[in-house]
C-alpha cells in the first residue's frame, strides 16, 4: 500500500487487496459493485478515498471506468447546472433525476445523494419519506 493510502480502484472479492497498490498512472475501472462494506473496510484500515461530485450520465461513466469507488451528486446542482447563487432553489424531484443518470452512468460505483435543504426540516416523517423517495427511484443510494 502506498504511503497516501490512497485508493486502488480494483475491488476484487478481498476487500483488504481491493483498497491497495495504488497506482495514479494506471487507474482501473471497477469491476463488482462498490458496497458499503467497502467503505467501512476502507474506514478500517485507514485508506483514503476519492469521492467525486457529478451531476449526469457520461461523466459519471467516466469516473466509474477510471476505478472512482464513490460519488457525491449534491445539492450544488443548485450552481452548477441551474446557475443558482445558493443551493437553497434545488427541488428534491431535480435531485432524483440527476441522481438517476449519474447511476446509470456509474451502475458499480458506490452512491451518495444529498437532500435538498426543506426535504427533511420538518419532521422525522418528512424526512423518511422523502429518503424512502430518493431510495424507491435509485438503488443503492446512501443520502446526506
Known amino acids: 500500500m502506498p504511503a497516501d493510502g490512497a485508493w486502488s480502484g480494483n475491488c476484487g472479492a478481498d476487500a483488504s487487496a ?45 469516473m466509474q471506468e477510471a476505478g472512482l469507488p464513490a460519488i457525491l451528486v449534491g ?15 434545488i427541488t428534491l424531484d431535480f435531485l432524483i433525476d440527476i441522481t438517476a443518470a449519474v447511476r446509470r452512468g456509474a451502475p458499480l ?10 426535504s427533511y426540516q420538518a419532521s422525522t416523517e418528512q424526512a423518511l419519506l422523502n429518503v424512502f423517495r430518493m431510495i424507491k427511484t435509485r438503488r443503492r443510494i446512501a443520502t446526506l
Do not use: Q, W
Not at 109 to 118: N, V
Open 18 to 62: 481491493a483498497l491497495s497498490d495504488y497506482n495514479p498512472s494506471m487507474p482501473a475501472p471497477l469491476k463488482e459493485k462498490i458496497t458499503l462494506s467497502h467503505l467501512r473496510n476502507a474506514r478500517r484500515d485507514n485508506k483514503k478515498l476519492p469521492i467525486l461530485t457529478c451531476y449526469d450520465f457520461s461523466m459519471a461513466r467516466l
Open 75 to 89: 445539492d450544488s446542482a443548485s450552481n452548477v447546472i441551474l446557475g443558482h447563487d445558493t443551493t437553497l432553489p
Open 109 to 118: 460505483t458506490f452512491l451518495i445523494g444529498d437532500m435538498p435543504f426543506g
